[in-house]
């Protein structure tokens, strides 16, 4: 049996995606100039990684030589839950750290559907990103019409708004491909405007060395003090640009998937300075908070509350 779009779709919907969409494998010019003005600007910060493989990035058929396709795959992680009664000297965390590390959870998801397809069509060949991949999975995202690129640089879509991971599928398969929607951002400047470290400093260019996300996630080292008392309670990421997005006001659904579900939604200083490493390692093996490490939550709630 050959593969088409609603088989792809179909097993896709069945096994958790909420998007799907496809694009024609080409070469990248235009987003990778917009992006490496974006690095050479350095406003990639201290994340190094994101200067490598540009000619992948570029052409992805340097990941995959049979490369004719990528699906793009989107999954609604969006909790209604609000913040209020956090305890007294506790910080926020981002949405999308709420519940299980999406990585592990959207890796199952990928070598599922990809088996499915493979026993399928044994001439199926695919390689698989969330985001931790040589490509640019946003660029992508767009391309096969998951949404638009927001001015604070998520993808938006008209049904779950911008709340939802992207994970990417190059393969050897030609399909119909997908329209890219237009860009409805208009002249709204909610995410611009709200931003309390101006990190949005011009639309669609995000300045990594003042975003709270990037401070409080990547950043290893101490934080400037130039950003004291503009944190607004953030100890872990930040959603305040989609926080205030119009469309995820309007738009965005509570999503079914139960591994979303919050587990840490705001982390106390009490905690953490009484916290030791195999504790921590314990508690947030499956988290994504285990990223920014025990000593750099630490130094997050201090910057915070002391």
């Not at 969330?130 to 019409?145: E, F, L, S, Y």
């Not at 260019?205 to 996630?217: A, H, L, R």
Request: charged fraction near 25%; aromatic fraction near 14%.
């Amino acid at each position: 049996m050959k593969l088409n779009n609603e088989i792809i779709k179909q097993l896709a919907k069945e096994i958790g995606f909420d998007l799907i969409g496809f694009a024609k494998a080409e070469i990248i010019n235009d987003e990778l100039n917009l992006y490496k003005s974006w690095i050479k600007n350095a406003f990639h910060a201290g994340m190094d990684y994101m200067t490598k493989n540009i000619d992948k990035k570029k052409d992805v058929s340097k990941i995959l030589p049979d490369v004719k396709s990528i699906i793009s795959l989107g999954i609604n992680y969006y909790n209604n839950e609000t913040y209020h009664n956090i305890p007294q000297n506790s910080g926020k965390v981002s949405r999308y750290a709420w519940g299980l590390d999406y990585h592990i959870i959207v890796k199952r998801m990928l070598k599922n559907l990809e088996s499915k397809l493979n026993q399928i069509d044994k001439d199926f060949i695919s390689v698989s990103y969330i985001d931790t991949g040589p490509i640019m999975d946003k660029v992508w995202a767009v391309k096969a019409g998951l949404g638009w690129m927001g001015k604070h640089t998520n993808v938006i879509n008209k049904v779950f708004g911008s709340w939802f991971f992207i994970a990417n599928i190059l393969c050897n398969y030609e399909f119909e491909y997908s329209k890219p929607i237009n860009d409805f951002c208009g002249d709204c400047t909610a995410c611009i405007d709200h931003c309390p470290t101006n990190a949005i400093v011009a639309p669609y260019v995000v300045d990594s060395n003042k975003c709270i996300s990037y401070q409080t996630i990547e950043n290893k080292k101490d934080i400037p003090e130039d950003f004291k008392g503009k944190f607004e309670g953030w100890a872990f990421g930040c959603d305040i640009c989609q926080d205030v997005c119009p469309y995820n006001k309007k738009f965005s659904i509570v999503s079914d998937k139960m591994y979303f579900n919050p587990i840490n939604k705001y982390l106390s200083l009490e905690e953490f300075n009484n916290m030791n490493e195999e504790e921590f390692r314990i508690k947030f093996k499956d988290s994504p908070i285990k990223r920014s490490k025990l000593n750099g939550i630490k130094r997050n709630l201090r910057y915070l509350f002391e």
